[in-house]
């Protein structure tokens, strides 16, 4: 799905229904309203990898800028001396219920991005590279995979999901060198809030998908006989029920069992206050013993290892 570019910084306070406020009271509509704010950070480092930040159109596009660089102390955690493949751009994020909001005031410029097009959230775990056991210099960040096709990503070989890194982080500073003590903390509410908005927002293709699978794969007695199930039909996609099987002429219930059988629980037939359609050759009638045994004991044709068979006794 596609994200839609905003001009303007949507405001907390206004343009959306605090999480704590809408979980106290009952909504008149879940349709109308304001979208639910799950969380908001004014303060976090977007990291993406030089080759893909332009389709982020909030990332500043003057490249030439070291400010467009990781900055410290989290760049002393990347590679390629500080992440030079890497930009950075110093965002405001807002986790809507109904869509992610990535919103720079540096260029101007946001991102409204729907849920589906998230096709994989995770927290990474980054250390200093000169001092992997520091805990003073490990921090987190939530590591997304985005899709802006417009078909989804059904198309495999044309898949290529630009990468992007959310690290919530203190306000900059010149030389600074301490990582932020609350970082896990604001990491695991921005990803699990994205991840609670992920589930109220699935991705509609894939529901189309399970549902026509399940209309074409579901069996009931109608319709067109399925190869190799006898007596099985395919249904069609109205979802009733299945018609009357042959020779019943309708569903027995309680209340018409007496229309079908006797007092003594013998089927009725063709009486004059029976509504059943024809029955089969020999439906109803009983063999009698002398008839079963000229097949053979309990119906099986005798064959040279009769002998071996346990007698049938009475």
Same mark, same amino acid.
């Given at each position: ?16 229904e605090? *999480?704590? @406020?809408?979980?106290?009271q009952?909504?008149?509509? !879940?349709?109308d309203?304001?979208?639910?704010l799950y ?5 976090i ?6 080759e ?7 990332f500043?596009? &003057?490249?030439?800028?070291?400010r467009?660089?990781p900055?410290?102390?989290e760049s002393?955690?990347l590679? &390629? ?14 986790v809507?219920s109904s ?5 720079s ?9 729907p849920?589906?097009?998230i096709?994989l959230?995770? /927290?990474?775990n !980054?250390?200093h *590279?000169e001092h ?7 921090f987190?960040?939530?590591? *997304?995979?985005?899709?802006f ?23 900059a500073s010149?030389g600074?060198?301490?990582?932020d ?10 990803y699990?809030? /994205?991840?609670?908005?992920?589930n *109220?927002?699935p991705d509609?293709? &894939? ?12 069996i009931i !007695? @109608? ?8 007596g099985a039909?395919r249904?069609?996609?109205s979802g009733g ?10 569903w /027995?219930?309680?209340?018409?069992v007496h229309?079908y059988?006797?007092a003594e629980?013998n ?5 004059? &206050?029976s ?11 009983v063999?009698a013993r002398?008839?079963v045994?000229?097949?053979g004991?309990?119906?099986h044709e005798?064959?040279e290892?009769?002998e071996?068979k ?5």
């Open positions: 799905m596609l994200p839609s570019v905003i001009n303007s910084c949507p405001s907390a306070d206004d343009d959306f605090q *999480l704590a @406020e809408y979980q106290e009952t909504p008149e509509t !879940f349709f309203g304001k979208p639910v969380f908001h950070d004014t303060r480092k977007a990291w993406c990898p030089a893909q930040y332009d389709q982020l159109h909030f500043s596009q &003057n490249t030439a800028s070291s467009n660089q900055s410290p102390p002393a955690a590679e &390629n001396d500080g992440g030079k493949h890497i930009r950075e751009e110093r965002v405001e994020v807002f809507g869509k992610l909001i990535i919103f005031h540096n260029s101007g410029t946001g991102l409204e991005i849920y589906p097009s096709t959230h995770a /927290i990474k !980054f250390r *590279l992997p056991d520091d805990a003073s210099h490990k987190l960040g939530v590591y *997304l995979q985005l899709e096709s417009g078909d989804g990503g059904d198309d495999d070989d044309s898949f290529d999901p630009i990468e992007l890194t959310l690290v919530p982080s203190q306000a010149e600074s060198t301490n990582i003590p609350l970082n896990p903390e604001r990491t695991s509410a921005l699990n809030q /994205i991840s609670a908005c992920s *109220l927002n509609p293709a &894939n529901e189309e998908d399970d549902e026509d699978a399940y209309m074409q794969d579901r !007695f @109608e319709g067109e006989a399925l190869e190799g199930l006898p039909f249904g069609d996609d029920l299945p018609p009357p099987m042959p020779g019943s002429s309708g /027995i219930t309680a209340e018409n229309q059988f006797d629980g089927w009725i037939g063709q009486g004059e &206050n509504v059943s359609g024809e029955l089969g050759e020999g439906a109803g009638r063999r002398d008839e045994e000229e097949d004991v309990n119906g005798d064959d290892n009769a071996a346990r007698p049938r006794t009475d």
